[in-house]
Nanobody, 115 residues
């Protein structure tokens, strides 16, 4: 049974940084691409960043240059380093992996950017 557990969210001032972690179990972690999504208040869930099995990364335009996705295959963990945070980054952040027959999502971790 696949389990994804996010951590690292919290309250941070504008311009600050946070590092999110997603620890995976029950899955052959290294062969999959991993994503971070977020869902802000009253907003549809959106894709923030993706990292392929080979380490190639892609980012939403809104976070390019500020966020970095990375993975540690030995620890079965994917990370999202978030710098220069803005109030509009406030959201619940979810890690995600596309699996058949059903995608897997973590429980989410709240990130609040406010002074």
């Amino acid at each position: 049974q696949v389990q994804l557990v996010e951590s690292g969210g919290g309250l941070v001032q504008p311009g600050g940084s946070l590092r999110l972690s997603c620890a995976a179990s029950g899955i052959m972690f290294r062969i999959y691409a991993w994503d971070w999504y977020r869902q802000g208040p009253g907003i549809q869930r959106e894709l923030v960043a993706t990292i392929s099995s080979s380490g190639r990364t892609n980012y939403a335009d809104s976070v390019k240059g500020r966020f970095t996705i990375s993975r540690d295959n030995d620890k079965n963990t994917v990370y999202l380093q978030m710098n220069s945070l803005k109030p509009e980054d406030t959201a619940v952040y979810y890690c995600h992996v596309a699996l058949a027959p059903r995608d897997q999502w973590g429980q989410g971790t709240q990130v609040t950017v406010s002074s």
